[in-house]
């Protein structure tokens, strides 16, 4: 590993941009791999996005991450835009190609990488929440030809159109434990650290039992929640959203520089999270 003066700059905007783990994944990709880049964070006012996307321009900006609230209003400048960010609405990630400006979602592949191995099209699905991410996943689940998807959410209003939008049924929120499911999502907040840590979208105990099931949580901090520890209690295999969090990064990283993050990404990422 040698200390190179970057000569590419990367970074993630969003508003308002808490501690983000990806300055550590990317930046530790960058330096293990002698890549002479560095990738920032970039707390950036939604009043100041045009000036943003003027400058990425002008400074000839690698490449950049993109969180809330900025995964829509981005689109608006893409010169190219994938199948999977058109599908959902909203790209996480801006590069370069041909001197074109692209959008992507690599929250799509991020959350299909760790599902690769399973059939996902005779799956029966249950998504917990319909807020950005569970647009992504709605998506992915699309692409990957899943037909029986149901999405239930707390504010019981927002399902209904994104269940519309991706030919999937809207489910009032007290009727998700109704139905048989054997991949269940939650693309809420509930489990997170802080406000939400001890709390679950989901009690399996409620639910009908179902042969080889699978639980698969967006939230990666903590990396097991109480939502995965439940789901493993009723004999389910569980997906943390760390796999997920992971992959997208390495597809941000793909479309940067051609190359996979490497192991001590990986390493960084899950030591960072112990803390
Ligand atoms: P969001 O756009 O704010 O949507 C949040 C969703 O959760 C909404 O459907 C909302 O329901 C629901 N919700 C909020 N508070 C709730 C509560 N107290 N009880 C039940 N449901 C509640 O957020 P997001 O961007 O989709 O992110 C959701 C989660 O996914 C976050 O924890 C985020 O960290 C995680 N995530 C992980 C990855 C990864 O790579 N692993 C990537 C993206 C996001 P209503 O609006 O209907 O009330």
């Known amino acids: 590993m040698s200390c190179l003066i970057p000569q590419t700059l990367y970074g993630i ?4 941009l808490g501690h ?3 300055p550590l994944l990317h930046n530790t990709g960058f330096r293990t791999l002698d890549i002479p880049a560095a990738y920032m ?4 006012e939604p009043k100041s996005l045009p000036v943003f996307m003027d400058a990425l321009r002008v400074m000839r900006v690698g490449g950049c991450s993109v969180t809330i609230p900025h995964k829509i209003s981005v689109l608006e400048y893409m010169e190219n835009l994938s199948e999977g960010a058109a ?3 909203a790209a996480n990630t801006l590069f370069w190609k041909d001197n074109l400006l692209c959008g992507e979602n690599t ?3 991020g959350f299909l990488t760790p599902l690769k191995n399973f059939e996902m099209d005779k799956m029966d699905v249950l998504l917990l929440g319909a807020g950005g991410a569970a647009h992504a996943v709605a998506a992915a689940l699309r692409l990957r030809g899943c037909r029986h998807v149901r999405v239930a959410s707390a504010g019981n209003k927002k399902q209904y159109a994104m269940a519309e939008r991706f030919g999937f049924e809207g489910l009032p929120w007290a009727e998700r434990h109704n139905f048989p499911a054997t991949l269940v999502i939650n693309a809420t907040p509930l489990g997170m650290s802080g406000q939400y840590a001890g709390e679950t979208p989901y009690d399996f105990g409620l639910a009908p039992k179902v042969e080889g099931g699978l639980a698969y949580d967006l939230v990666y901090n903590p990396p097991e929640t109480i939502f995965l520890k439940d789901a493993k209690k009723f004999g389910r295999q569980t997906i943390s959203g760390v796999e997920m969090f992971f992959w997208q990064g390495n597809a941000q990283f793909r479309l940067w520089t051609g190359k996979n993050l490497p192991q001590e990404s990986r390493r960084a990422l899950e030591s960072a999270l112990k803390q």
């Open 13 to 16: 905007i969003g508003w308002p």
């Open 20 to 22: 983000s783990l990806s």
């Open 41 to 44: 964070a970039w707390p950036l």
């Open 87 to 89: 599908l959902a609405g």
């Open 107 to 109: 929250d799509i592949t």
